[in-house]
């Protein structure tokens, strides 16, 4: 079945910076929207960055992050990466990939497969 497993996850002080990466197999990565979500304790999960499979990787941000996080891909890897600078404590969650065959939007519900998540700390 479908994979999806996260990784560069750790703990980073105020203003550090974080590469995730989603390595995703048993799928035609090229025809899917892939997306990353965190979840911090008692919250809902919550949008953070998306980038289609169409036109180079269409990209859409959370405001929270906009500006400071970098969603791409590399299809010839089957891989999806999240640059985070300029971390913050609040970006304190576990991060997850996710994928979805013609989607990208923000809606965690449309998202069919999930990583098992891999936990960023901030420290301020």
């Known amino acids: 079945q479908v994979q999806l497993v996260e990784s560069g996850g750790g703990l980073v002080q105020a203003g550090g910076s974080l590469r995730l990466s989603c390595a995703a197999s048993?799928?035609?990565?090229?025809?899917?929207?892939m997306g990353w979500f965190r979840q911090a304790p008692g919250k809902e999960r919550e949008f953070v960055a998306t980038i289609s499979w169409v036109g180079g990787g269409v990209t859409d941000y959370a405001d929270s992050v906009k500006g400071r996080f970098t969603i791409s891909r590399d299809n010839a890897k089957n891989t999806v990466y999240l640059q985070m600078n300029s971390l913050k404590p609040e970006d304190t969650a576990v991060y997850y990939c996710?994928?979805?065959?013609?989607?990208?939007?923000?809606?965690?519900?449309?998202?069919?497969?999930w990583g098992q998540g891999t936990q960023v700390t901030v420290s301020s």
């Open positions: 048993r799928l035609t990565f090229s025809r899917y929207g």
């Open positions: 996710a994928a979805t065959v013609y989607y990208s939007g923000r809606d965690p519900g449309k998202y069919v497969y």
